[in-house]
């Protein structure tokens, strides 16, 4: 079970398996509440080996690729995206950021993912759930989790903290779906759960 327990500002996560988001309204499967309540807690790094992976960004610094963006939903989204060309309400994207780490192996000058640094949620409300909060807002939750404290959420207003980087993806629901061909590719199969793909691999 992949379960992120968000600060009372943003809310609770369960991502469990085979739970898949709904595309109307109704009550979501991810349960999203004002308060903090009492769950497992095991950060937003869990869902590394639970969740879907979607898509990844390599950013450039001044010397070569400086971090690895890293994007997983839960299972069920990537299904419910390619029925709709929309994000179901409940759809919950967790973007982990690492630092690059390089060194020259034998196919050359390598980057790979090194140190964490933070994780950036989105949580799709399509039901305008907690009006007047200013980190629900533009149909989405936001939230931004340190690697030093994953536990509290530090994003305090979307448009001071958000905006700045989401404003150019306006047009595909603040989201950068370009960069993730699983949504669009409709004859390929559901990508595998990091944990799935693992227990394959040492079946072989």
Not at 96 to 101: F, M, N, Q, S
Not at 118 to 125: A, E, H, P, S, T
Request: hydrophobic letters at 35%; proline letters at 5%; glycine letters at 10%.
């Amino acid at each position: 079970m992949a379960r992120i327990r968000l600060d009372r500002r943003i809310g609770v996560v369960d991502g469990r398996r085979g739970h898949r988001p709904r595309r109307r309204a109704g009550r979501p499967i991810l349960p999203l509440c004002r308060r903090q309540r009492r769950h497992h807690h095991a950060g937003p790094r869990t869902v590394r080996g639970e969740w879907d992976f979607l898509g990844a960004w390599a950013v450039q610094g001044e010397d070569g690729v400086a971090e690895f963006h890293t994007v997983y939903t839960q299972p069920g989204s990537i299904d419910a995206y390619r029925e709709t060309g929309e994000f179901a309400d409940g759809t919950v994207l967790v973007k982990e950021v690492r630092k690059a780490a390089r060194g020259a192996l034998t196919t050359g000058d390598v980057a790979w993912s090194g140190e964490e640094v933070l994780w950036f949620v989105m949580i799709k409300d399509q039901r305008d759930r907690f009006p007047g909060n200013s980190i629900w807002a533009k149909d989405w939750g936001w939230a931004l989790f340190l690697a030093e404290d994953p536990a509290t959420n530090t994003a305090t207003d979307v448009e001071a903290d958000c905006m700045a980087c989401h404003e150019p993806a306006r047009q595909t629901d603040w989201v950068y779906t370009q960069g993730y061909p699983a949504l669009h590719d409709t004859t390929g199969p559901r990508p595998k759960r990091a944990a799935e793909a693992n227990q394959a691999g040492r079946m072989r």
